[in-house]
């Protein structure tokens, strides 16, 4: 099994490879993995993880740059695909961030926190929303295997995901609203979260991710 980590030009792209490496450990399977920037060996692979960090429009210009947008959609297509932050936000149809259009994968817009908001106790809530907060399963899915509901996962983000339809909607948190974390279908899943920040409950979605047939 081939499994690639899409290196063009943003994210925490070691950190994230480190931590599929680690995940293949517990997940006990064979699989060649790789930070690659080749667009034909993303063609190639068997699963893609897609991460992003940044702002979305330098995302979004990096990724056509770089010659891996059409085979980031071809994988879309068929392949187990994981989107991480930004990674994530690209599967829309739209981000308010900068005014970009992204890949139209999920219908649906990518908005910001609104300013001014504050916490059950009064206090003023900052943008961008940063550390860790519990995440709500709102479906059941094969990638949440052994995660207990609630787990607490690691956010950097000032964008959230709006997607058009709640059906692929898999997970919630809150800031200080409700907002979509984690979405998906058929063989698509992401997260807002970093799942390589999250230490265990990260490390596990990347071991389900990784046995998982999409």
Same mark, same amino acid.
């Given at each position: ?7 063009? +030009?943003? $994210? ?5 490879? =480190?931590?599929?490496? &680690?995940? !293949?450990?517990? #997940? ?73 259009? +992204?890949? $139209? ?5 990518? =908005?910001?926190?609104? &300013?001014? !908001?504050?916490? #059950? ?94």
């Amino acid at each position: 099994m081939k499994v690639v980590v899409v290196d063009y +030009g943003m $994210g925490n792209l070691h950190s994230v490879l =480190k931590s599929v490496q &680690a995940a !293949q450990k517990l #997940a006990g399977v064979r699989a060649e993995i790789e930070l690659t920037d080749a667009p034909e060996k993303v063609f190639a692979a068997d699963k893609i993880i897609f991460p992003g960090q940044g702002a979305m429009p330098d995302c979004m210009a990096a990724l056509q740059q770089s010659g891996l947008g059409e085979a980031v959609s071809d994988g879309l297509k068929n392949k187990p695909f994981f989107g991480i932050c930004v990674g994530a936000q690209l599967l829309f149809d739209h981000s308010e961030e900068g005014n970009t259009p +992204g890949l $139209g994968w999920f219908a649906g817009e990518v =908005k910001r926190f609104a &300013a001014n !908001q504050h916490d #059950a106790h009064g206090d003023k809530l900052k943008v961008p929303h940063m550390g860790w907060n519990t995440v709500h399963q709102t479906q059941a899915h094969p990638l949440f295997e052994g995660i207990a509901q609630d787990t607490r996962f690691y956010f950097v983000h000032s964008y959230y995901f709006a997607p058009a339809a709640p059906d692929i909607v898999l997970g919630s948190s809150e800031y200080p609203h409700e907002f979509a974390c984690v979405v998906g279908k058929d063989n698509v899943f992401a997260t807002q979260f970093h799942t390589e920040k999250s230490h265990d409950g990260g490390l596990l979605l990347l071991r389900n991710f990784l046995r998982w047939n999409g």
